[in-house]
């Protein structure tokens, strides 16, 4: 499981790679599909940076950090990160419905994938509590 998490992360980090460079860039975004979905127009927003730090670059640490995490079997850890991540990501996507009415495809394909991130650090998380709570007992 954990080996399916990192290279998911590692996935993350490229995704977010991209969405960087759009961030950076002044041509127009590959991902400019039409009026709705513009990556361009998000990552060129105002809302596409804390503290001047772009929000691209806190996912790739982020999946940095969930992929770290996950290669050091640290299932709980893991499981924070990715939940956090999660939830960051989906407050993102909230400011890309209500806020600025365009969606950018980077964003919406990282979302996927730290929400796979975060069902399997769960289920693995899960696996290992359960595992301990039995072997509990039959010591007892």
Not at 14 to 43: K, M
Not at 64 to 88: D, H, I, N, T, Y
Not at 99 to 105: H, Q, S, Y
Request: proline share 1%; with cysteine.
């Amino acid at each position: 499981m954990r080996y399916l998490i990192t290279f998911l992360s590692l996935v993350g980090v490229f995704v977010a790679s991209l969405a960087l460079q759009t961030h950076y860039s002044t041509a127009t975004a590959p991902c400019s599909i039409n009026e709705r979905w513009d990556c361009g127009i998000v990552n060129h927003s105002s809302y596409s940076a804390i503290f001047h730090i772009p929000v691209a670059a806190i996912g790739i640490a982020g999946y940095l950090l969930v992929g770290c995490l996950s290669l050091a079997r640290q299932r709980f850890a893991s499981f924070l990160a990715a939940s956090l991540g999660f939830l960051f990501a989906f407050r993102l996507s909230m400011i890309e419905q209500y806020g600025l009415g365009v969606w950018c495809l980077y964003c919406a394909i990282s979302q996927t994938i730290i929400g796979a991130i975060l069902l399997l650090s769960f289920a693995w998380f899960a696996a290992e509590y359960f595992a301990l709570k039995r072997a509990a007992r039959r010591s007892a």
